[in-house]
């Protein structure tokens, strides 16, 4: 496939209520949408980097950045790319595996558009529809947390992770299990808020039965994770230490992680999420689908990646009006605790033109001649 060129778009979408993590706060989601531009259609891809580099060292305009300077030039030079080379193509920049993931899914997308085949069938889906889970983030009072997941489960979600920090973690815990029962599917996240001298404090999570607890210790504390696993019964789950399918590989023969949480922003795209997942149904890891607060075009994917077979728990894969009072696509509804997977050509979702245009903050064009 040739390239014309990739447009680079910044898009800010108001979240419908702030979104409050042990690293931060959102009250909008400000995205980097790449366009990939060939003689035959475009194809999209969104970069899942936020603001401000708290969640990973990345952020969104360091990765405009590293995209015009060092990502796009080699792929637009390239005179014939299909998506499989990106990765390969991109292998001698280091890092900036959210910027390089968002490449790849555009030119996936406009490859696969062409072709008239969906991300779901490229990838391996097995299903039509995935469950959904919902991300609630840290409130001021636990009265506030209980009115939010009743109203979540109330919209069927069908299973609930809560966002804890030091100080908050055991209460929220007990008031919600108190009060929704124990059948609840529940999980927390801890977004690498403590350290291994906190294991009494997350000990004292063992009764609540929990999925999960993820990515409790610092991204690069594999080892502390594998230590923790011995003095904790609550099966621990990794998110930012895992960057791709060598890490989820070591995490698993270490010890380190009984579930893995995917998400393709993290780890340079939807092809080396699809190995992670291979990894982990080999091992007999669980795994679900993260989320990164997309809009309707990543979440488009992200909810093909989630019907593959060895996508055995609930993922971050809400509604777009958990976040978003309007999406930048068609939206993606809740059907009995579901989503539907899209079917058509590529991702199967759109930009809507004037929704797109309004919410843009800047656009810019890479153009291929200056790369040949
Ligand atoms: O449902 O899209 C979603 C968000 C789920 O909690 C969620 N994401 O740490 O996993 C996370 C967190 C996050 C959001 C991380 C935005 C970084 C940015």
């Known amino acids: 496939m040739k390239l014309d060129g990739f447009e680079l778009r910044r898009v800010s979408l108001p979240l419908v209520a702030p979104f409050r993590t042990s690293f931060g706060v959102e009250t909008v989601r400000d995205a980097l949408l790449v366009r990939a531009v060939t003689p035959d259609g475009e194809g999209w891809g969104e970069c899942v980097a936020t603001v401000e580099p708290l969640y990973s060292s990345e952020y969104v305009a360091g990765a405009g950045a590293v995209i015009k300077d060092f990502l796009a030039p080699p792929l637009l030079a390239a005179r014939d790319i299909d998506p499989q080379q990106v990765g390969p193509a991109l292998a001698h920049i280091k890092g900036h595996r959210m910027a390089k993931a968002a490449l790849e899914m555009a030119v996936l997308d406009a490859w696969l558009r062409q072709r008239g085949e969906s991300f779901g069938a490229y990838l391996g889906a097995v299903r039509d529809r995935v469950p959904a889970g919902v991300s609630v983030g840290i409130m001021d009072t636990i009265p506030e947390l209980l009115d939010a ?32 029962g124990d059948e609840l599917l529940l999980q927390v996240d801890a977004n690498a808020a403590y350290t291994l001298a906190d294991s009494a404090t997350l000990s004292r999570l063992d009764p609540f039965g929990l999925l999960l607890i993820e990515q409790p210790l610092d991204d690069e504390d594999l080892r502390q994770h594998a230590e923790l696993a011995r003095v904790i019964r609550t099966p621990i789950c990794l998110d930012e230490s895992i960057v791709s399918a060598k890490t989820a590989a070591d995490a698993i023969a270490m010890g380190a992680a009984r ?4 998400k393709p922003g993290r780890v340079g795209g939807y092809i080396e999420a699809r190995r992670i997942h291979d990894v982990c149904q080999a091992h007999g890891v669980a795994v679900w689908c993260g989320g990164m607060l997309e809009t309707g075009l990543g979440r488009a994917a992200n909810v093909a990646l989630a019907a593959l077979p060895g996508f055995n728990l609930p993922g971050d894969t809400s509604a777009s009006d958990r976040y978003f009072s309007t999406d930048i696509t068609e939206p993606f509804v809740l059907d009995q605790g579901h989503v539907a997977v899209p079917t058509g050509a590529g991702l199967g979702v759109n930009p809507i033109p004037e929704i797109l245009r309004e919410l843009t903050t800047t656009v810019e064009w890479i153009d291929a001649d200056a790369s040949r």
């Open 259 to 262: 579930v893995i949480n995917i």
């Open 149 to 180: 997941v009743e109203a979540y489960l109330e919209q069927g979600y069908v299973r609930i992770k809560l966002k804890i920090e030091p100080g908050w973690d055991v209460e929220p815990v007990r008031a919600v299990r108190e009060r929704f």
